[in-house]
């Protein structure tokens, strides 16, 4: 089955520490985000990429750092220096062009106490 | 910039009755627009979208929206609502296909 998977679905870190969050596509979409959803605040845009060796920022990048070193893959990592880190990462991917449409992973809960 | 307003946090709603979810957007220039329902502790699926043609979109779940380019609306209807249709439900908006707008979302509750 095509999709998306975002693993794991619970993560648990303590502070200072980093922590990456796993992405992974195989509806051969050329684009990928990342986005962060807080209660109240709707999802906010971190990084996003377009094609392979690319990427760029979004409106909450600071704190974070991504690769995107395979066309299936985009992980995000979660630095120490991201101030408030708790909360539920969603992965997204689209073709480049056409339909818009974003799929969305399952998403996965990052607690760092 | 783009934005997103979804106008009511929270729709309480008795099973069977219709329900509209409200969304406007601000932009100079012309946008596709989104409806998606997440589940507790899941991802966004896709409800329906408007690229371009007609005004009134139908999309999944018995779910419709009508494009309003006057109002800068986008409003999502359902005629009869079911207790799974509880949810939450996020318009978005994107100009470009590379940066989406997600309103802040709209939970709705359907009452047995």
């Known amino acids: 089955d095509g999709g998306i998977t975002q693993s794991p679905k619970y993560l648990f870190r303590k502070e200072g520490q980093n922590v990456t969050l796993s992405c992974e596509q195989n509806?051969?979409?050329?684009?990928m985000y990342w986005y962060r959803q807080d209660p109240g605040q709707g999802l906010r845009l971190i990084y996003y990429?377009?094609?392979?060796?690319?990427?760029q920022k979004g409106d909450i990048a600071e704190g974070y750092s991504v690769s995107r070193e395979k066309k299936e893959s985009f992980p995000l990592t979660v630095t120490s220096a991201q101030k408030n880190p708790t909360a539920f990462y969603l992965c997204?991917?689209?073709?480049?062009?056409?339909?818009?449409?974003?799929?969305f992973g399952p998403g996965t809960r990052l607690t760092v106490t | 910039a783009q934005s997103v307003t979804q106008l009511d946090s929270q729709v309480p709603v008795f099973e069977e009755a219709p329900v509209e979810l409200r969304c406007n957007y601000s932009?100079?220039?012309?946008?596709?627009l989104f409806w998606y329902v997440q589940y507790p502790n899941q991802g966004l699926q896709l409800l329906l979208k408007?690229?371009?043609?007609?005004?009134l979109v139908k999309g999944i779940n018995g779910f419709e929206a009508e494009f309003n380019k006057s109002q800068t609306s986008f409003h999502l209807r359902k005629p009869s609502v079911h207790i799974s249709d509880t949810a939450e439900y996020f318009c978005?908006?994107?100009?470009?296909?590379?940066?989406?707008?997600f309103g802040t979302g709209t939970s709705l509750t359907v009452i047995p």
């Open positions: 997204a991917s689209s073709f480049d062009r056409g339909t818009y449409e974003q799929y």
């Open positions: 932009s100079s220039v012309s946008v596709y």
């Open positions: 990429s377009q094609i392979v060796n690319d990427f």
């Open positions: 408007y690229l371009s043609g007609s005004t």
């Open positions: 509806l051969n979409h050329d684009a």
């Open positions: 978005a908006v994107t100009v470009t296909g590379n940066q989406f707008y």
